[in-house]
Every structure is written in structure tokens, then in C-alpha cells.
T-cell receptor, first 114, second 112 residues
Framework: ETGVTQSPTHLIKTRGQQVTLRCSSQ?????VSWYQQALGQGPQFIFQ???????GRGNFPPRFSGLQFPNYSSELNVNALELDDSALYLC?????????????FGPGTRLLVL | SQQGEEDPQALSIQEGENATMNCSYK?????LQWYRQNSGRGLVHLIL?????REKHSGRLRVTLDTSKKSSSLLITASRAADTASYFC????????????FGQGTTLQVKP
């Protein structure tokens, strides 16, 4: 158990809908990163938030957006869902911006888009 | 896109044997990390090795890093059935940002 929680655990949506996924970071951690993991693939970096500001983004379209709150929890929003958005979405938290750091991952939210 | 590749993609061994997984990457890095994932669940951090380190140990795990060859290996000694999982290497390319680039993973099966 890493102390990082995600909700919901599973979600089914239809194409074109919008979805919000939530992540509570480990106590004391102020950085949250989101990853998408398609079946049989390694996770791909979506974006990172540090102290409520976006701090880098991977190769994902603008319909993937996020927020980080003052308590450092975070949301991932995906608009206009496509079938290829079906994946396991993982969030990871870490402490501070600098220095080599370990990422602590949550259990993930499995999203199925029909 | 993935930063690197793991080799082999799948590995099946008997309990008690050693398992070696390799990872290659393409760009310069600050550190490389190995993670484990059970059945599509969350990732568990195993070990972090910095770019100026060549070898690191943690329990039954041994990681090596060769920055000249842009490669790393993970050795699990005296494997157990509970080690059955997917193993991923991930690189942190610049400024230790924690923005990890993962490989495709190696699926390890340890038969009792």
C-alpha cells in the first residue's frame, strides 16, 4: 500500500462522453503525475502537477486536462471520449520538485469506452 | 512513445532460479527506475539507480546501469512464485522531474 488512492476503480463510458478521475496523493507529497496504460503496454506520461500548476505534459491532446487542489489531490478530465481512451489510468505522487524521486503509484482506474 | 525496450518480453522460469531482465533506452537520463506490476494493478517501485551509479542492490534484487550502452538489467535471485508479475524500467530524462518514460515491460512467470 502506497497511500495513494484513486476513484473510481472501474468505469464504463460511451464514446463522446466526458469522464473525471480522482487521485489522493500520499501524505506530504505535493507532486502528482498521471499516466495512461493501454493493455499490454507500459504506462505513458500524460501530465504532472506541482503545487497546483501544470509542470509538463506528454503527447496527449488538449481534451485531456487536469487539476490539482490545495490539498494536493488531483483530477484527470477527459472530454469527447474515444474508443482508444480505454485504458488503466494511474496517478503517482512524489515529494518536491527537485532531486531524484520515487513515484508512488495508486491502484489505478480502469476505463472502458464503448 | 516509449523510451526504451525491455528484453525479453516474456520469461518463464522455475522457482529458485534467477531471472534477468534487460532494458535499453534512447536518450541521456538522470536516473532509471524499475517497477513491478501485478495483473494490471498499480505499479510498485523496486529500485532507483542514478546515472552516476553502476550497480545497486536491494534484497534479492540487483540492478546494473551502463550509460555508455544506454542499458540496464534487473536480476532477481532465488525467484519465488510470488515474483510472478510484469516488470518495467522507467527513465527520468532531465532534472529529476519524475516524469517517467516507461518501456514495454517484461512478463515474468515463476513456476512453483
Amino acid at each position: 500500500e502506497t497511500g495513494v488512492t484513486q476513484s473510481p476503480t472501474h468505469l464504463i463510458k460511451t464514446r463522446g462522453q466526458q469522464v473525471t478521475l480522482r487521485c489522493s496523493s500520499q501524505s506530504g507529497h505535493n507532486t502528482v503525475s498521471w499516466y495512461q496504460q493501454a493493455l499490454g503496454q507500459g504506462p505513458q506520461f500524460i501530465f504532472q502537477y506541482y503545487r497546483e500548476e501544470e509542470n509538463g505534459r506528454g503527447n496527449f491532446p488538449p481534451r485531456f486536462s487536469g487539476l490539482q487542489f490545495p490539498n494536493y489531490s488531483s483530477e484527470l478530465n477527459v472530454n469527447a471520449l474515444e474508443l482508444d481512451d480505454s485504458a488503466l489510468y494511474l496517478c503517482a505522487s512524489s515529494f518536491e520538485k527537485g532531486g531524484a524521486k520515487t513515484q508512488y503509484f495508486g491502484p489505478g482506474t480502469r476505463l472502458l469506452v464503448l | 512513445s516509449q523510451q526504451g525496450e525491455e528484453d525479453p518480453q516474456a520469461l518463464s522460469i522455475q522457482e529458485g532460479e534467477n531471472a534477468t531482465m534487460n532494458c535499453s533506452y534512447k536518450t541521456s537520463i538522470n536516473n532509471l527506475q524499475w517497477y513491478r506490476q501485478n495483473s494490471g494493478r498499480g505499479l510498485v517501485h523496486l529500485i532507483l539507480i542514478r546515472s552516476n551509479e553502476r550497480e545497486k542492490h536491494s534484497g534479492r534484487l540487483r540492478v546494473t546501469l551502463d550509460t555508455s550502452k544506454k542499458s540496464s538489467s534487473l536480476l532477481i535471485t532465488a525467484s519465488r512464485a510470488a515474483d510472478t508479475a510484469s516488470y518495467f524500467c522507467a527513465t527520468d530524462r532531465s532534472s529529476n522531474t519524475g516524469k517517467l518514460i516507461f518501456g514495454q515491460g517484461t512478463t515474468l512467470q515463476v513456476k512453483p
